[in-house]
Each structure stands twice: as C-alpha cells, then as structure tokens.
C-alpha cells in the first residue's frame, strides 16, 4: 500500500484524495456490454495508479476456455455461477478498478458485496451507441440472435433499474476517453471526499476544503 500511496502522491490532489479515501474498496464498474467499462477502467486505474482487473478476463482464465464457449458448452447458468465466484474473489483483492461483465449487476449478492467492499460507477450509455460498438465484435453470447438492436434494448429495458443502485452514473458517449475518466475523477472525490472537505470548512480547518 505504501507504494500506492507514494505513486499517488506523486499525481494530483484529486486522486491521491480518492485514493486515501477508498481505503480498502475497489471502483467498480459496471453497465451494458459496449458501454466502455474496460476502456474507461483502464485508463482509470492508471490515472488512480490503481491496478485494472477486468472480470471477464478473470472467468476466462478460471475456467479455461472463452466466454462463448463457456455460453455453448455449459448454458448462461452455469456462467452466472461462475462469474459470481470469480467477482467475490476480485472484491477480496484489495484496492484496484474492476470492471464487470454486462449482466453480474442483475445478481443481488453481487450487488450486496460490490456495496460492501467497493464504489460503483455506472457507465450509461444509450442504445445506438452501444450497437455501434459491439456490432464490430463477433464474442457476444447474448447478441446471437435473429435481432441484435431488439436483444440490446430488452436488456437495456430489464437492466437499466439495477444499473440505476450504483453508487455513480456517469454517461458514457462519444467523446475522447480522458473526458470521461476526468468526470469519473471529479465524481468520485465528490463522493468520497467533498463530507470531509465540508466537515473541515465548517471547524475552520485551513487549506482542507478545495
């Protein structure tokens, strides 16, 4: 942790602030398939000098084949299942940026736990723009059907509440990368920092409050 501390130091106020106020907690990420998280967490995690985990990679890894293999072979349950393992072991990983598969949010022990041990960051974005970027990429189980732009608004339809019991919503758009990690940044010490900016303000403490 110490060399964490010393590499955020190093950076802006802003995330050296985050980063003391995460504590233990992990950012997590979540939302639609196509919405960014991977990108945006990457990017995240350097910026918070945080390591990135990706869940998807992590389910991969575990069980020894891809995502779509896992999908034909053993069903969307059995997947589920997994990947509800996979990201209760990451959330014990210590301080990082995850980011999650489309569909863990929908599981209510996965949210109880991503409540517990992190900061969720919902990355919304709207339908045409998530179809445009998945449409590019051929490893989407859910979107093998007879009707993809259908498929994704169902899911957005079912989702979308869920999605909404994160801790931030920040729109994800078409719009250079750093712009949105900036307002993930700006968000988070929002969250996690401006009580303690307030608190200070209001005892007169000098130079806490930004």
């Known amino acids: 942790?110490?060399?964490?501390?010393?590499?955020?130091?190093?950076?802006?106020?802003?995330?050296?602030?985050?980063?003391?106020?995460?504590?233990?907690?992990?950012?997590?990420?979540v939302g639609m398939?196509?919405?960014?998280?991977?990108?945006?967490?990457?990017?995240?995690?350097?910026?918070?000098?945080?390591?990135?985990?990706d869940a998807d990679t992590e389910i991969e890894a575990a069980a020894g084949m891809s995502i779509p293999e896992i999908f034909e072979i053993h069903g969307e349950p059995h997947f589920r299942d997994g990947e509800a393992r996979v990201i209760a072991r990451l959330l014990e990983s210590g301080p990082s940026v995850l980011a999650t598969g489309g569909g863990s949010f929908m599981r209510e022990e996965t949210r109880r736990r991503v409540s517990d041990k992190a900061i969720?960051?919902?990355?919304?974005?709207?339908?045409?723009?998530?179809?445009?970027?998945?449409?590019?990429?051929?490893?989407?189980?859910?979107?093998?059907?007879?009707?993809?732009?259908?498929?994704?608004?169902?899911?957005?339809?079912?989702?979308?509440?869920?999605y909404q019991h994160a801790d931030i919503t920040i729109g994800s758009r078409d719009v250079p990368h750093e712009r949105i990690v900036e307002e993930c940044i700006e968000a988070l010490h929002a969250r996690l920092c401006a009580p303690a900016a307030e608190q200070s303000q209001s005892t007169g403490v000098a130079g806490a409050a930004r």
């Not at 398939?33 to 985990?53: N, V």
Request: cysteine-free; aromatic content about 2%.
């Open 33 to 53: 398939m196509g919405a960014g998280k991977s990108t945006i967490g990457r990017r995240l995690a350097a910026r918070l000098h945080l390591p990135f985990l």
């Open 120 to 162: 969720s960051i919902w990355l919304k974005a709207d339908a045409d723009i998530i179809m445009r970027r998945v449409r590019r990429r051929a490893d989407r189980p859910l979107l093998q059907t007879a009707d993809p732009e259908a498929t994704v608004t169902r899911l957005m339809i079912e989702r979308e509440p869920i």
């Open 1 to 29: 942790m110490s060399d964490l501390s010393t590499a955020a130091a190093g950076g802006g106020s802003q995330e050296a602030e985050i980063l003391a106020a995460l504590g233990p907690r992990l950012v997590v990420l």
